[in-house]
């Protein structure tokens, strides 16, 4: 019957997804710049559980940083932004999740966190510099800026500093990029899986 066709070719369909998530690597690694800044932090950090981490800015890629933060356990979100209403309504957003750790901090304020933060993410549309190599100047502890901005936002002088690690989108898209192409380099054994696969469903079928 049709019933019985269709359901076997969702089995199929099913395992073909489970061995191709099992087998090969062709989903692993970020192929978004927010996803990017995230596994940058990871790689450096080992780990974002105990880190306390600015979000300057609350559009869609401060946002999207924000919810990777968020799926790696992160320890607590500071979200700033130049109209308080959309860095709050980020922050309820975020709070629909359980055990999230955050709050807002007025744009006028943040620079004044900067001492207690381990990663900043900022991703502005302001046309000038927001942060600069001064701002740094009274660090005690190493800190990752992570800079998503176009135009950038953190001035690159910044990185003089011996705690600042400074990233732009520039070495994100290198992440990006890379990933793309490992994830292509696995095609072939995803290929293969499908064709075995349905060689099977067709034998089925056939008999």
């Known amino acids: 019957s049709t019933g019985k066709i269709l359901n076997q070719l969702a089995q199929t369909g099913f395992r073909i997804g489970r061995k191709t998530y099992a087998e ?43 919810e990777c933060l968020l799926k790696r356990e992160v320890g607590k979100i500071f979200i700033t932004n130049r109209t308080d209403a959309k860095a709050e309504e980020l922050l309820a957003d975020l709070r629909r999740t359980d055990d999230f750790a955050g709050e807002t901090v007025a744009f006028s304020d943040f620079k004044n966190l900067l001492n207690e933060m381990d990663i900043v993410i900022s991703s502005t549309s302001a046309e000038d510099y927001i942060l600069f190599e001064r701002d740094f100047a009274g660090l005690s502890d190493k ?28 070495d994100l898209h290198l992440i990006v990029d890379r990933n793309f192409e490992r994830r292509m380099a696995e095609l072939p054994k995803v290929k293969k899986i499908i064709a075995q696969e349905m060689t099977d469903f067709l034998l089925w079928y056939y008999s």
């Open 24 to 66: 090969t690597n062709i989903h692993r690694g970020a192929i978004s710049v927010s996803l990017a800044a995230v596994e940058l932090a990871v790689e450096i950090f080992g780990s974002v559980k105990d880190k306390n981490v600015l979000v300057i800015g609350a559009g869609e890629t401060a946002r999207l940083a924000a």
């Open 143 to 170: 800190i990752l800026l992570i800079d998503i901005a176009v135009p950038r936002d953190i001035e690159p002088e910044a990185a003089k500093n011996a705690n600042v690690v400074l990233k732009n989108i520039d």
